[in-house]
Nanobody, 124 residues
């Protein structure tokens, strides 16, 4: 069992930055760790994954070059550095842990553990 708690959300103007954190109750180094988000009226989507071991990452196109996913050395805290934020980044952001595949790391069925979410609001 892994408990995940997100923090760091808030309101920011377009072009600004935020760093989200996801604190895990235990070591998560053998899981895929992924950030998902859900905007109002839209389905939840995966945006960034870090694979077991922390060496490889994967991003959806809409955040590539602006967002960076990382973990601390103890593999108990996951981060999402978000730069050049846009109004369309407004969403509830969730972290999740699971055994994903390289083919589709954003398949939500593969993620057993989820946080409660943190809200990010970007104003124009």
């Amino acid at each position: 069992q892994v408990q995940l708690v997100e923090s760091g959300g808030g309101s920011v103007q377009a072009g600004g930055s935020l760093r989200l954190s996801c604190a895990a109750s235990r070591y998560t180094g053998w899981y895929c760790m992924t950030w998902f988000r859900q905007a109002p009226g839209k389905e939840r989507e995966g945006i960034a994954t870090i694979y077991p071991g922390g060496g490889n990452t994967y991003y959806t196109d809409s955040v590539k070059g602006r967002f960076t996913i990382s973990q601390d050395n103890t593999k108990t805290t996951l981060y999402l550095q978000m730069n050049s934020l846009k109004p369309e980044d407004t969403a509830m952001y969730y972290c999740a842990a699971g055994y994903c595949t390289a083919v589709d790391p954003f398949r939500q069925y593969d993620y057993r553990y989820w946080g409660q979410g943190t809200q990010v609001t970007v104003s124009s």
